[in-house]
């Protein structure tokens, strides 16, 4: 007899709005098909991936109602034949990608987008892990070919890819600078990852990265602001520089979609003809994990190296704070993060119960 649907809680988008909008519901959960697992979360990642699909700014995003939520860390419970072929068994702790749906209790995944993490890690520091660190090592090393040496210039450097990209292109041996929205921050990132500076991004930074590094001494720039902050990078970088645009954080400035301010961003966020490409020698690539398809592959063999080195104490997830994996955890979180405030990643965490 084939099983019946679960019906676990999860946090629910039912409507586009402010961090209130959110709703905690019971919601069926199929059993997972042959190759898939369930989970039952221990923690999920917060991103600000989430708070656009809470506004409704976010593209890929299902009809509403559905919960968001890219990343979560937990216990398998359940497993397809195809996935116990694959060596997942009844009580393997497992982090896992998702498209949509991590805010909630259980999940149910590909084995295909599952990941072991290592046994010293808790279920909180390894939800912290998938999407930052994932999208930092694309963008550094699948986009832009970082190489020893170069120097790179990382937007947000406080943020949650921010802080894994630091660590990542450090590692690498880069020259690494940043731009942040406080002292707190820039200190964090100057004194405790290593950046050689860190400058206010409220402030004219542009024109302080050129006084420390000249007038084209960008090789690389991650930009997830965008608006006039991509014309600064592109004005910044060297030849053969390459700019890496991931975000467009200025779109939601406050906790409300607004349309008006949403287009700005568009509009001041710069469009490039590729004739305009070539006398600066210029490359420009865009990352967006969900949207790898086929290349996809690529993501495995980076976790897999991304925990061992966290495992070696090389790298370190970064978690600000934790919030309750409930409804008003969730809010909490949002506004938290819509406020500008963290540094690192934030994460709801199940209590235990």
């Known amino acids: 007899m084939p099983s019946l649907p679960r019906v676990p809680r999860a ?5 586009f709005g402010p961090p209130e909008v959110l709703v905690e519901r019971d919601v069926p959960l199929a059993p997972p098909g ?4 369930r989970l039952v ?14 506004v409704g700014l976010y593209g890929t995003a299902p009809a509403p109602p559905y919960a968001p939520g890219f990343e979560v860390a937990g ?16 009580g393997d702790r497992a982090v896992a990608l998702l498209r949509h749906g991590g805010y909630a209790r259980e999940v ?4 295909s987008q599952a990941f072991r993490y290592p046994a010293g890690l808790t279920p909180v520091q390894a939800a912290a892990v998938p999407v930052v660190f994932l999208t930092a090592w694309v963008a550094l090393f699948e986009a832009a070919r970082a190489r020893a040496g170069e120097t790179a210039l990382i937007l947000g450097a406080a943020g949650g890819v921010g802080t894994a990209a630091v660590q990542l292109a450090l590692e690498a041996k880069l ?23 860190c400058f206010d991004s409220r402030g004219d930074w542009e024109r302080e990265v050129r006084r420390r590094f000249g007038e084209r001494g960008i090789d690389i720039a991650l930009d997830s602001v965008g608006g006039r902050a991509t014309r600064s990078c592109r004005r910044l970088l060297a030849p053969l520089g390459r700019l890496v645009f991931y975000g467009l954080s200025e779109a939601l400035p406050g906790s409300r979609r607004s349309w008006p301010r949403a287009a700005l961003a568009f509009l ?25 398809g086929e290349r996809e592959t690529v993501l495995r063999p980076a976790a897999e190296e991304i925990y061992r080195r966290i495992a070696a104490g090389d790298l370190r997830p970064i978690v600000d704070r934790t919030f309750p994996l409930t409804r ?12 500008r405030k963290n540094i690192g990643k934030l994460v709801l965490e199940r209590s235990p119960g």
């Open 34 to 37: 042959a190759d898939g697992l």
């Open 75 to 90: 216990v398998v419970a359940e497993a397809g034949p195809g996935a116990e072929a694959q060596g997942w068994k009844i």
């Open 268 to 292: 001041r966020t710069s469009w490039f003809h590729p004739r305009s490409l070539i006398e600066p020698n210029l490359g420009v690539f865009g990352v967006h994990l969900l949207h790898l």
């Open 11 to 15: 946090i629910l988008i039912e409507r």
């Open 328 to 339: 008003d955890g969730a809010v909490e979180a949002h506004r938290y993060l819509h406020a």
């Open 108 to 111: 149910v995944v590909p084995a």
């Open 41 to 54: 979360v221990e923690a999920a990642g917060v991103n600000f991936a989430d708070l656009l699909q809470r």
């Open 175 to 197: 020259r690494v600078v940043g731009t942040a929205s406080s002292q707190a921050k820039r200190d964090f990132v100057t004194r405790e990852l290593g950046a050689v500076a």
